[in-house]
């Protein structure tokens, strides 16, 4: 796991209206937190060291969270050679274009205008580091500011969807309505906002507004009925992250608690506890499918908080005296979890049988926000394992294709960050595979004939415990393509694979 990249964000507030500040929406595209809202802001580039006043660590953040901000929205926090504040202008637009599209760099433009950070305009209020669900994480430094008057804040359609102004009331009301998705240490720093007057707002930065302990204590939530608890789970060669989800409001469950040792364990416990306290009804276990990563805690919650287990038949049977199923899961089964007194309607989770990963392999779908909690069908970090016999490739690719034809928003999987853009997560994997797919047939065209001398075509390069795993998957390739009639499987020597012309 890397270390967290510095990274720094501004709450920008509005000089006539306060307590309304501006949230943009990342492009839907990108891969960390697509589609959500966030403050303006981004990662710590190099040369911001070179500007910042100190290389203390909330020196630099407050280059990079105004610059940031700048590029993002072209609002300025800077102040001119007669202390004045910067005015929106047809000039200042065009020093902004030069900057996004690399003609100048942000030193450089300092200093040919003579303009310096003001410093003194933005509050620091706090950190806080990406929680394990992503493998990009960032240490992000939150500074408070107003916008200069005479400055309009402008998204440009890129890295940003929007830019939005409103309370911390209002966006969130929009929030707990499933209107909009909000990164979580923002959702989190909304709500501390809204607690506070605003005139108090800078008074309780100076004090510290949020500490990292609360953030990393805090609920780590996707939605109001969305909360994650990422911990390490077993893995195929090394320990890898998942994310098992408390899903529900007053009633809820629990998805794949795989957690491999005790920490994870107890993280989970932890949050169960805690909705518990707040009057929340713990209803049972749900498991995507039978591998430990999904399961290995699965009976210690069922026996401590005595819930029952729920999975698909095939499932059950894979996990018969090492976890006892108490209902089966069939396609289309629906979990409800109860009234959301935020939307006024219930919340009901279906099952879908999605096999090709696993046999029982079952993914959870919420049709009015199109949530798709999608186990091992589809990763954000990582390519899902189609290992036969258990494996079947075609299968595979059928339960994505029809995943992705419910149109998916919200994507949640087990392994890696979620998304926001959930269809397209899916008919990206599928792509992946076809050109796979491709790969193998041009190797097979090369003479490679055994599963060993075709992954190390295919996956040239790859380190020795992924090749045992990439064998496996040319295995399920070449088993799709023989039942297609495309290549014909060895019926003597077990490395005499090849084409059927
Ligand atoms: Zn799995």
Redesign the pocket.
Known sequence: MSNPLPAASIILEDRYSPGSIFLVQRAKALKFLGGFHAFPGGKVDPPDADIAQSQNPWDVALVAAVRELFEESGVLLCRDSLNNSIKSSPQLAQIRCDLLEKRSDFATILRDNKWVLSASDLYPIGYFTTPLFSPMRFETRFFLAKIPSGQTPEVFKNELENGVWGTPAEHLKKWYSDEILISPPVLLLLEKLNKIPTSDWRLSSGAGLVSQDEFVLDRVRFASWIQVVSVACPGPSVPQIGNVFLVGLSKFYLIDPGALDESGVLAIQNAIQSRVNDGDSFNGILLT?H?P??TNSANHFADLWDVPVLAHLATAEKLLNKIQINQNLDDCDQIPLGFNPFTGSNLVLTAYHTPG??PGHLVFFEAKTKTLFAG?LVSTSTTILVSPPDGHLATYIHSMNRMADFNPALLMPFHGCPSANGKSVLQTAVFHRDKRETALLTALGNNCNSVEALANEVYRGLPDPLMKLAQKQILAGLIKLSEEGIVLAPSNDPNEWKLAQ
């Open positions: 499918h591998h990563d999904h990963h696993a091992d």
